[in-house]
């Protein structure tokens, strides 16, 4: 555990926050994808740690976490102001893997997908297309980052209210006729429902080494608790078997993640 104080926290965007900790060990050895566990100074429920990806790190020790507001442990954390010292538990959990110098890296993200995706994006040595998507406009957030960070950004949104009307999963066939020929590699961060239909995308036209973090719900955030279990492929008689998302993930390929009758 590394006590961490918070050196900014701020809107980012609508509900959307972004909290700053001063925690350089943790930056030392952060991948992209991991996590960190964190305790909300001030909340009631002190036990119970809140999950959320490192969106990005600095040479200078500055560990930042996009986050947004959805209850009671966001709401608090949404108020603590610069100088709080918080409990955090990291980098947490299996992290992405970097593509290769003749991969072009596609990131497909939803809501705070974005922010859990960053990182990829930054220390990827291709640049290459995020495709972002969300309900509406509001919940779009980082595109201009992932721009400067060199990637080609395309929108969707479900009301149509900022670039294509409809899922994010849409721009993926456009997308594999225009980079015909290209060895692509997959990215995936979002809601699940997203990530389950990107995955059976995936799995179907022979980009099963896809790499998709599944979040779930999350108790302990090592291995100890089985909270955050979720059903992914294995050579048994059902055809799955149950893998903690803390421990074994958040990070899986394309092909392990189970999409029958889900
Ligand atoms: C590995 C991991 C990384 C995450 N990274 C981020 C991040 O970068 N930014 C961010 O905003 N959030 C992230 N989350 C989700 C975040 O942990 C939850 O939103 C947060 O714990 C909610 O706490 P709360 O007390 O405010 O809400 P609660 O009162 O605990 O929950 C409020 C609502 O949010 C839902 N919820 C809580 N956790 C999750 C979850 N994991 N997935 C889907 N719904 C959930 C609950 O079911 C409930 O409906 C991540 C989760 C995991 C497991
Ligand atoms: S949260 Fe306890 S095992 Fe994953």
Known sequence: MTTGEIV???????????AEFFVPDICAE????????VKIANLRDRILRRPFSISDVSGKG???VIYK???EGTEVLAGLPAGTVCDLMGPLGKPFSLPLQNELPVIVAGGYGSAATY??????????VLLLGARSEADLILSEKFAAAGFDVRLATQDGSQGHKGLVTELIPPLLKEKAGQKIRFYGCGPTPMLIALAKMLQQNGFGDGEISLDHLMCCGVGACFACVVKIKADNEDGWRYARTCKEGPVFTADDVYTDGE
């Open 8 to 18: 900014s926290n701020t809107i980012l965007k609508d509900s959307y926050y972004k």
């Open 30 to 37: 952060t991948q992209p994808g991991q996590f960190v566990h």
């Open 69 to 71: 507001v959805v209850g």
């Open 119 to 128: 990182l990829l994006a930054k220390r990827s040595p291709v640049k290459g």
């Open 62 to 64: 500055i560990l930042t």
